[in-house]
């Protein structure tokens, strides 16, 4: 009997090959891929005329291959482009790296596809649609809710479903990790149910149902997992001393503005914290641009000036490097004789050998870096303090990894995500929490407007003006769908068109994922000295990247985000004293994706945003927009499902209450589920 723990190999049509492709996702067994889920939903409508296709939109339209179907552009990335026409109009359709199409496709025959239609220098054109040939191909799925998984390359969504299909056939999957009394109270379908009512919901109510069940066990399980590891809770000794130091005055004194009342006050709070009873565990929230950073370096300041180690951990390499610079440059500029040293995955062994001995031997004060930071081979010689910026997980892991080395420093996590209260608790019910309300008195607001596409061209000489004036500009590019390898050649695309656009004299460049990490930097670090005006990025820059003199966000395909993200990506400007601007760009005529986008235009404040971006999207949203960065979930999402979130927190309580060790046998699945829960965040933290 095939059960969640075969490996895919057992299932039909999986040779090594494929086995070796789903590895790259993470799926090795059939429970792996029955818990692969769908990140959304396709329905396929009926076809459009072509002459009516419009820019931005994903369509089916049905005509016959006209003319010759050709191959061209590189022999790295080779472009296969035919026309399709119906009696309205004719289309160009362009497929990226499979050239073999050219053979099955005959002129004349009529092809049936569905693409997402962009704008391209010679008029629109639809990028690497999925073909249906011959076109009856499309009846069977026509108006059928289709899933859309996560992919990559080599990986395609028809290689998912169907393996996920055959799976739930085969396999024997369960009665799943809650008990069947568990199951009556709460009236959930059965596990069977659920799995099947994800991939492939036959009705909406199907895929509420379904999702309900999953949602909570997952919140269930993450909530098990943080009651079951011991240290939470258990307050450590402070055993640090600390000294007030003068030099902070000074140093405050003479930075070029004061710090807001929010920022005093938490400064108070963790000069208190670090000379309390007990080590500090602080997280402090406050919405972009709050000036998290600056509280962040006062608190390393108080430690290093006291003699000990402080360290600073970023989620990416570019946003570490930005603090190393920007921190470096500060203790240069007061005059403050404190070492940095930067430490990052992308180093050099030898360069990490060499950080290692200074950092062991106590020559560098503040460690600033990436996850790399608390790996087990960084001996430090006197850590006192870590500060985690943007970082939502620094959790219970986290801070063994760092007492197996025998370190119970301070701690201190920074978080611009808004959560609100009740639900920060129960997710970091061990940290004590800091709000930074307002943002700093020389900002003058974002002024935002949410424009179609026609508006392109007036932006364009919009930002030539800001430019003209010393300014910068963020354009974030449409998205490609699914196909990640396509990501780049759009960012690359758009760039080249901006730059003839722009003119000689203003530089624009681009910055997407899959470039290299010194290619990254390096563009980074001339954006930053403005020796370059435009920048064309994915969501790449998303996080805290602090570029005061950029006033200009473009954001294309603004109704492909979630309002958090949007929120996110409009705090890179705004951030100096300078006038700055929002630009969402956006080809849907919905009216949600109006009332949506219109709260983004109404609001610059965080929380608001994300609650009334949960008060839209109510719960069971089939198409709507998952947050993303906000904790790393299957399905669950703290803000669209925060009633289930707390349910499961009662549902923990009581179960915890009953049997706190999980020992009864009616839990041993849920037992043994928590254990790999707690087991799995161990390794992830360890990457
Ligand atoms: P975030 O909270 O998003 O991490 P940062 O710490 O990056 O924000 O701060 C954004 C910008 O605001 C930085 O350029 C910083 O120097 C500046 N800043 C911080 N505090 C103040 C303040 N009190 N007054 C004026 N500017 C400030
Ligand atoms: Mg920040």
């Not at 009997?1 to 190999?9: A, C, L, R, V």
């Not at 099955?104 to 690497?128: F, S, W």
């Not at 007492?403 to 608790?425: D, E, F, N, Q, W």
């Not at 608001?608 to 993303?628: H, K, T, V």
Request: hydrophobic share 40%; glycine share 8%; charged share 25%.
């Amino acid at each position: 009997m095939i059960n969640e723990y075969s490996k895919i190999g057992v299932l039909k049509g999986i040779g090594e090959k494929t086995e070796q492709i789903f590895g790259k996702v993470g799926i090795a067994t059939v429970g792996d891929l029955i818990r692969y889920y769908p990140h959304r939903y396709e329905v396929y409508e009926d076809p459009v005329p072509i002459g009516e296709v419009q820019e931005g939109h994903t369509v089916t339209v049905t005509g016959a291959i006209y003319g010759r179907v050709s191959v061209g552009g590189s022999p790295r990335m080779q472009i296969t482009t035919l026309y399709v026409k119906d009696l309205t109009g004719t289309l160009k359709v362009i497929w990226f790296r499979m050239p073999f199409l050219r053979s099955t496709l005959a002129r004349g025959g009529v092809i049936t596809l569905r693409g997402r239609v962009i704008r391209k220098r010679d008029g629109l054109v639809m990028e690497h649609p999925e073909m249906f040939y011959p076109s009856a191909k499309y009846e069977e799925k026509r108006h059928t809710l289709w899933p859309v998984y996560p992919l990559t390359s080599g990986l395609t969504n028809n290689m998912v479903t169907k393996a996920v299909k055959q799976a739930l056939e085969v396999c024997d999957v369960g009665t799943g990790i809650l008990s069947d009394r568990f199951v009556e109270a709460y009236r959930f379908v059965s596990y069977k149910d659920a799995l099947c009512g994800i991939h492939f919901p036959e009705t909406k109510d199907e895929y509420i149902r379904a999702r309900e069940r999953l949602v909570f066990e997952e919140f269930l399980l993450f909530i098990l997992s943080l009651r079951m590891t011991k240290v939470k809770k258990e307050r450590v000794k402070n055993h640090y001393c600390f000294r007030e130091q003068p030099e902070i005055e000074e140093f405050l004194l003479r930075l070029p503005f004061e710090l807001t009342n929010g920022q005093k006050e938490v400064w108070r709070e963790i000069r208190q914290d670090m000379t309390g009873v007990h080590v500090m565990s602080r997280l402090v929230q406050g919405d972009v641009g709050s000036g998290k950073t600056i509280v962040a370096l006062l608190a390393m300041l108080y430690a290093g000036l006291n003699g000990f180690q402080a360290a600073m951990m970023a989620p990416t390499e570019v946003l570490a490097r930005q603090h190393y610079e920007n921190i470096t440059h500060m203790l240069l500029e007061y005059g403050i004789s404190l070492r940095t040293e930067l430490l990052t995955g992308s180093m050099t062994a030898k360069e990490k050998r060499e950080a290692y001995a200074r950092i062991a031997a106590g020559e560098a004060d503040f460690i600033i870096g990436t996850h790399a930071l608390i790996q087990e081979k960084v001996e430090y010689k006197n850590l006192a303090l870590v500060v985690t910026d943007e970082q939502h997980r620094f959790g219970v892991r986290q801070r063994e990894m760092l007492a197996a080395k025998g370190l119970y420093p301070h701690i201190l996590v920074m978080s611009a995500t808004p959560i609100p209260r009740t639900l920060a608790i129960i997710l970091y019910g061990d940290l004590d929490i800091s709000v930074i309300k307002e943002l700093p008195k020389n900002r003058l607001p974002i002024k935002n407007c949410v424009v179609d596409t026609s508006y392109r061209t007036t932006a364009y000489h919009f930002m030539k003006k800001q430019i003209a004036q010393g300014r910068q500009c963020y354009v974030i590019c449409p998205m490609v769908e699914e196909n990640e390898t396509t990501e780049a050649e759009n960012v690359i695309d758009y760039t080249e068109q901006l730059q003839a656009e722009m003119g000689d004299s203003i530089s624009v460049q681009y910055l997407h994922g899959r470039m290299k990490q010194n290619e990254k930097d390096r563009i980074m670090e001339a954006f930053g000295k403005n020796e370059i005006q435009v920048l064309v990025s994915t969501t790449v820059i998303e996080v805290g990247i602090d570029v005061p003199n950029a006033t200009v966000m473009m954001i294309e395909n603004a109704e492909r985000f979630g309002l958090a993200q949007l929120h996110q990506l409009r705090g890179r400007v705004g951030r100096g004293s300078h006038q700055s601007y929002c630009i969402f760009i956006s080809a849907s005529k919905s009216k949600e994706t109006k009332e949506r986008l219109e709260i983004l235009n109404k609001s610059n404040d965080g929380f608001f945003i994300a609650s009334e971006d949960l008060r839209l999207r109510g719960p069971g949203d089939l198409f709507g927009i998952r947050q993303s960065g906000t904790l790393d979930f299957g399905l669950a999402d703290v803000f669209q499902d925060s009633g289930l979130l707390q349910r499961a927190n009662e549902a923990a309580e009581e179960l915890l209450l009953e049997d706190p060790h999980l020992q009864k046998e009616e839990h041993r699945m849920l037992k043994k589920a928590v254990e790999h829960t707690v087991a799995a965040v161990a390794l992830e933290t360890t990457l």
